[in-house]
Each structure stands twice: as structure tokens, then as C-alpha cells.
């Protein structure tokens, strides 16, 4: 399963690499025999690890193989009984939900502070440091430092609050946010970085000739610095949705899916059900099912923000 | 000169993309030195120095055979990807829940029905393991020890406080009731691990499924209802009840609180009685060796002579169908059977040994729980029973924290239709 959900999450960026690529062409016409033979053992590798098994996962989600023992063919009925199930359902209607919202707070939040370590403040290396610190911990780590202050530190300092003094994590409507919370504060150390490369390819005439002209920083903000990282702001945006959709360490540190399961993710879902629940076909086809909505997301994205990207 | 340079370069990349998917698919074989290495999947973490212990006596009585134990922390998930993997372990160690009748029915395991050492197991504990599951005809499992899961409680704090067990269920509640007015916490809930939300559920939902309902429930199907003759919604209100009537008597924060915190809470006396198994006795054991603690069963019956003690068999001992060691497997899994063996093993980890002539040792919780084993009182744990992709376990804890049990009751019976509509039986060898 592991193999699958990192093809898929392969696949999924799969557009945004080439897209790339068609923009810079190369100029000879055919290149040498040995970039050939530099390309060949790494799709040998991709192949093995990726193509195969995604191949052989589709094909067994036309059957009802438990992931050992015998197994026949059932056509479509796992399809079928996926959109008739409620619990999958949730499953997407959290998972979209988690990372809307989790991507407009990362790109919100790490466009904000990466203006300001790209200002001239003092001891700038040091807070981009500081800030890029939440990428290098592991996210499992973290998780369990945070799953501890929700549970243990916040229900002591804030027990005026009955949401906080009841650990937060234990409410059905509200355990989300939380697992947002963490999952934000831990994509915003990327996003940052992408957001700050982005910003320093702004040449520093632009704002000087805008000051001249006596734009506000509101009007340079909206006018110089937003339209030309528009192709960083895309990436990100498109990381962060994908990445957030595919939502999985952060909720197994914080509340593996609880309470019951109102904080379980399509992920999440398919690791349980396919292999502690023992329906490896049924959810090997809600994995292809995920692999398709993923790939369209990513898509339409593209199409929309790229469309209002400007160069200079 | 160009054109030789060039074939250089072919044959080294040539050679280079081979080596790489000749490595791939690249499989080590043992040395042929006479000892024969067996893999030993061993899922309990705090048996681990145990087991390390028999095997190092038993390779010292076999200097042929060579085991590695292999602990795994999740056992289920990891037994899978490697049979998934076609990697099946020489010697295995499993708790004895549903996924391993699952896995037996599916015939990966190997077939004890003519080993001898079958003979010398108590038959009521293969009885429990039948019900589980077997590949047909077959026994492709041997009960090793078996647990009892009823309720922990402190006998010095009974004593002083001139409490006796209860035997009845308004019995027990009038014993919660004097404890907290004697100040003392009657229980201490861990529900932050969902899974201590099961034990009680499952002693109690013992009750109402003796008589066949987990067999009616699996014939009705699709069919599993308010309006069905057995179901959840019909059948469970009484448990659900009950459950969150003793979880009232819980202490504060208990929705935050941990297994581990449990466990440390009782041994240290801050709590009368925990709704846990005897498995929690070891680690209780390890914070405070001194504490006097016995176990009853669940009392929720009006006559005491129908109590119940839930148990399961808490490792069993299986190996793989088709593996190159079968005779050295075998050897070591009579020696895991021997009486002096596997008598120390259930006394270390405070179990009840399967093997007819094995002596239960004499702590105190063992010999509480042994007159439901002699007496027959004893059943098995129904959420083995309920398909694993149902998630029970998250609707139980959420029913505890939300206190809405006519909706989890509900939720479960349409999960049981779901998963039995989309079950599709394999049929036949047709692959």
C-alpha cells in the first residue's frame, strides 16, 4: 500500500514536471547516445518500484483478493460498493476539507513570513533558520510533542476554555482543526523556502521605480510582488493541496482517526481497511478511485493558476 | 578509435542496467554449514526476554537448529505484508483474534491435525480457536496461553474499605458507590488509547451473543436492522448502558488519560479497580511488585451461578504451510509445549497455560479467575467475531465520549451491511 499512495503520489506530480519541461527546450536536435543510457536504469528502477506495482494493484482491485490466500474476479462490484459506503464518503469529504483549509493557512501564513525574512531585519539567516527548523524534525516526532500539549499542557493553561480543557482531540467536530494546526506548522518551513527563492528573483528596481511613483506597499504588494511569484505561488498551492489530500502521519500521531472516525482521511482509510481490516481489493480500488480524483485536482489547478501567472 | 570508445561506453551502461535489475530481483540463500536457521515471528513485546530465554535453551539442547525471533510491534499488519510477500516466517506467534481465523481459513497456515503434540493441549482452548476458524477440516492452530478479561481490582483497598466481590450487577454498583464515598476512585478510564474502551464492552456484550447471535447476524447479512431478529440496535442497548454506567464512576480527564497512565494510577493505589485484562497485571507488576490484585468476572447478571469470564487465547503457535524446515520447526514447537516450559512461560506472563498437567502458578489473580476455568464458565471475546473493516473499536470510544449509544448502535448494524453486502466469498481453487 505504501508502494501505491507514493505512486500515486508520484503520478500526481507527474503534470507539473512536464509542463516544466516543455518550456525549456533544447536547442540540438538529438541528444547523445549516453543521456540515453543515464536515463535507462532509472526507468528500470520507476518501473519496478512505481509502474508495476500500481499495474498490479489495478488489477486486483477487479477482484476479491484479501492480500493472500485464493482470490476470484468481481468485475466492478468493488467500485460499485465504494460509492454506496458511507464511511468512504466521509473519508473524502474530510480529506477535501482538511486540505483546503490546511492550504489556505499554509500559503496565507509562509507568504506572509517569507516577506518578512526577505526584508532587511536584523539577523535574517538566523530567523530563516529558525524557521525552517519544523521541516528538518521528523513529522511523527513533532506529532507525538504536539498529540502531548494538546492532551496534557493546553487542558491545564487554558482550562477556561471547555474546548481546550477537555483535550481537543477527544471532539468529534473539533479534532480536525487541531491535526490542521500541526500540519500547517510543519508545511509552512517548505512553503517558506519556495515563497522566499521566489521573492528574491523580484528585481529590487521594480519597487524603487513603484516607490518613485508613489505606489503604497499595499499597491506594490498587489501589483509587483504577487503577480510575478505567481508561478512559485502555483507550485505551492499545488504541493500543498496534493500533499494535504494524501494527510496521514500527522492524524496517526495525533488521533489515528478518532474519535470513532471522524478524523480519517482517504489514506488512512485505505492503509486500515486494506490491511488491519482485511479488504485489500475493496480498498486497492478506492485507492485507483483517489489516484484519479487527485490527478484531475492537480489538473484543474494548474489550468486555472497558471492561466494568471505574469511574467516580466 | 570514436567508434570503440563509444561500444566502451555501451557495454559499462549495458552492464550497469543489468547488474540493477539483477539486483532487484536478487534473493539471498542460506549457507549450507548444517545449521538450519528458522525465522520466529513473535508478536509480544513484553514476552520478549522470555521467549529469548527458550530459545537459547533450546539451541543449546539443538545445536543444529539456529532461531532468530523476530518482534514485531504490529504483528497483524506485519504478518499480512509478508504474506503478502509469499515470505511466510518458519514459526509463528499470533494473538488468536479474528484476523487469525481469517488467516487460517485462508490456508496459509500449516496443518496440525496428525502431530502428536495436538494430543497434549486442553481441547475446550483449540474449541476456542475452531471458532475462529480453520481451513476446512484442518487445525492450524495450537493455543499456547490464555488470558482473562474481567475486572482488576486492588484487594487491600476491598479489604480495608470491608467490600467483598460483587456477584451481582446492582452488587457492583453498590460497591462503586461506597468507594466514592469513601473518597476512593472506583475506576481510572484511559480512553485516549481507543482500544481500552473494548474489554468492558466485550465482557459485557458477552451476555446477550451466548446463544448463537453472531451466526444469526452473519446469516441476516444485508438484512441487520432495528426490525432484523438479532442485531446490534435490538440486542446492545442493554450493554451500552451498562458500559457508560460504569465509565460515570471514571475520574476526571480519563478521555486524556493513557493505558500506561492506567496501569501506573493502580499500581499506586489511586484507583480501586481498572476495567482491563489480566495482560495489565505484568506491567502493573513492574511499577509496584507488591500490590495484591485478583481479577472477577464482569457480574452482569442477576444470578451469580451466570456469570461469565471472557478469555482468549492469547498466543497461539502456528508455522508457515509450505516451509523447507518443517522438521526443525516442529522440533521447536514441541519444545514450546514441553510441560516445565511452557509452565514458566504462563507464570512469567501471568497466563493460563493450554497444556492439560501444566500447573497454574499461584499468583493470586490466576488462581481468582481459575474456578470459571474449571467450572466452565468461561467465553470467548465477541469482537472477534465482528469483521475487522467494521470499525469497532473508534465507535465504542466514540459512543463513551459523545454518550450516544443508540447511534453507535446504529452505525455498527450498517457497517455489518455494508461490509456483508460487498463481501464476495472466493469460491473454489478458480484463480
Not at chain 1, 15 to 40: E, G
Not at chain 1, 74 to 101: E, P, T
Amino acid at each position: 500500500m505504501t508502494s501505491l499512495t507514493s505512486a500515486v503520489r508520484t503520478s500526481a506530480t507527474g503534470p507539473s514536471t512536464k509542463k516544466r519541461a516543455t518550456r525549456v527546450r533544447s536547442s540540438a536536435a538529438r541528444a547523445m547516445p549516453a543521456y540515453y543510457w543515464m536515463v535507462w536504469p532509472a526507468v528500470i528502477a520507476f518501473a519496478a518500484f512505481h509502474t508495476i506495482p500500481v499495474l498490479v494493484g489495478i488489477f486486483f482491485s477487479f477482484t476479491n483478493y484479501a492480500g493472500y490466500g485464493e482470490w476470484n474476479f468481481v468485475g466492478m462490484a468493488n467500485y460499485l460498493a465504494l460509492f454506496k459506503d458511507d464511511r468512504v464518503l466521509q473519508s473524502y469529504g474530510f480529506s477535501f476539507l482538511f486540505a483546503i483549509v490546511a492550504t489556505i493557512l499554509t500559503n496565507a501564513i509562509s507568504l506572509t513570513i517569507a516577506m518578512g525574512l526577505n526584508a532587511k531585519i536584523k539577523a535574517r539567516n538566523f530567523w530563516r533558520g529558525v524557521y525552517f527548523v519544523p521541516y528538518v524534525l521528523a513529522i511523527l516526532v513533532i506529532g507525538y510533542v504536539f498529540q502531548f500539549l494538546f492532551s496534557n499542557s493546553l487542558p491545564k493553561i487554558l482550562s477556561g476554555i471547555p474546548l481546550f480543557r477537555d483535550n481537543i482531540l477527544t471532539n468529534p467536530d473539533f479534532a480536525w482543526t487541531a491535526i490542521v494546526g500541526l500540519a500547517v506548522w510543519q508545511a509552512c518551513a517548505f512553503s517558506i523556502i519556495i515563497y522566499l527563492s521566489g521573492l528574491q528573483t523580484i528585481p529590487s528596481e521594480l519597487y524603487e521605480a513603484a516607490s518613485l511613483d508613489g505606489a503604497s506597499s499595499w499597491r506594490q504588494f498587489t501589483s509587483i510582488t504577487f503577480p510575478l511569484i505567481g508561478a512559485f505561488f502555483t507550485i505551492n498551492v499545488v504541493l500543498s493541496l496534493k500533499g494535504f489530500l494524501q494527510v496521514f502521519d500527522p492524524i496517526i500521531a495525533l488521533t489515528n482517526g478518532g474519535p470513532g472516525t471522524s478524523t480519517e482521511s482517504v489514506t488512512l482509510l485505505i492503509f486500515r481497511g486494506g490491511f488491519s481490516g482485511g479488504e485489500f481489493a475493496y480498498q486497492t480500488a478506492n485507492a485507483v478511485i483517489f489516484f484519479i480524483v487527485i490527478t484531475i485536482v492537480s489538473l484543474l489547478q494548474f489550468r486555472v493558476l497558471q492561466r494568471r501567472e505574469a511574467d516580466y | 578509435m570514436k567508434m570503440r570508445h563509444r561500444t566502451t561506453v555501451k557495454t559499462v551502461a549495458v552492464l550497469a542496467t543489468a547488474s540493477l535489475t539483477i539486483g532487484l530481483s536478487g534473493c539471498a540463500s542460506g549457507p549450507a554449514d548444517g545449521v538450519t536457521t528458522l525465522s520466529f515471528f513473535q508478536f509480544k513485546g513484553e514476552a520478549l526476554e522470555d521467549f529469548a530465554q527458550i530459545i537459547s535453551d533450546f539451541e543449546a539442547q539443538n545445536p543444529d537448529i539456529r532461531v532468530v525471533q523476530n518482534q514485531v510491534a504490529d504483528s497483524e499488519t506485519a504478518i499480512r505484508t509478508l504474506l503478502v510477500k509469499d515470505k511466510t516466517p518458519d514459526v509463528i506467534t499470533l494473538n488468536a483474534n479474528g484476523n487469525f481465523g481469517r488467516l487460517a481459513q485462508a490456508g496459509v497456515f500449516y496443518d496440525f491435525s496428525d502431530e502428536p503434540v495436538l494430543e497434549t493441549i486442553n481441547p475446550a482452548v483449540q474449541n476456542i480457536l475452531a471458532e475462529l476458524g480453520n481451513k476446512t477440516g484442518e487445525i492450524n492452530g495450537l493455543g499456547y496461553v490464555n488470558n482473562a478479561n474481567g475486572v482488576i481490582y486492588n484487594r487491600a483497598i476491598f479489604e480495608e474499605q470491608g467490600l467483598d466481590v460483587p456477584e451481582t450487577w446492582d452488587e457492583f454498583i453498590a460497591v462503586c458507590d461506597a468507594l466514592q464515598t469513601a473518597g476512593i476512585q472506583p475506576f481510572y478510564g484511559t480512553l485516549a488509547d481507543s482500544w481500552t474502551g473494548m474489554p468492558s464492552w466485550n465482557a459485557l456484550g458477552a451476555y446477550p451473543t451466548q446463544d448463537g447471535f453472531f451466526d444469526e447476524m452473519r446469516e441476516e447479512g444485508e438484512d441487520v436492522g432495528a426490525d432484523s431478529p438479532v442485531s446490534f440496535e435490538k440486542d446492545f442497548a442493554d450493554v451500552m448502558a451498562k458500559q457508560a454506567q460504569l465509565f460515570s464512576y471514571m475520574q476526571d480527564g480519563y478521555r486524556g488519560r493513557t493505558y500506561d497512565d492506567g496501569n501506573a494510577a493502580f499500581a499506586n493505589g489511586e484507583a480501586a479497580m481498572l476495567l482491563q485484562g489480566i495482560w495489565a497485571l505484568s506491567p502493573v507488576k513492574g511499577i509496584n511488585p507488591d500490590i495484591d490484585a485478583a481479577i472477577f468476572p464482569y457480574p452482569a447478571a442477576d444470578d451469580p451461578a451466570d456469570r461469565l469470564l471472557v478469555t482468549g487465547v492469547d498466543v497461539v503457535v502456528t508455522m508457515a504451510r509450505e516451509t523447507p524446515h518443517r522438521e526443525e520447526a516442529l522440533r521447536f514447537i514441541d519444545y514450546l509445549f514441553e510441560v516445565g516450559v511452557i509452565e514458566e512461560f504462563a507464570a512469567s506472563q501471568t497466563m493460563v497455560p493450554s497444556v492439560v498437567g501444566a500447573e497454574i502458578s499461584d499468583d493470586p489473580a490466576l488462581q481468582s479467575v481459575k474456578p470459571f476455568f474449571d467450572s466452565g464458565q468461561i467465553t470467548g471475546f465477541i469482537d472477534h467475531q465482528v469483521p475487522p473493516s467494521i470499525p469497532l473499536v473508534a465507535v465504542v470510544q466514540q459512543s463513551l465520549f459523545d454518550g450516544d449509544a443508540a447511534g453507535a448502535l446504529a452505525t455498527l448494524d450498517s457497517e455489518w451491511r455494508k461490509v456483508a453486502a460487498r463481501t464476495i466469498p472466493v469460491t473454489g481453487e478458480d484463480q
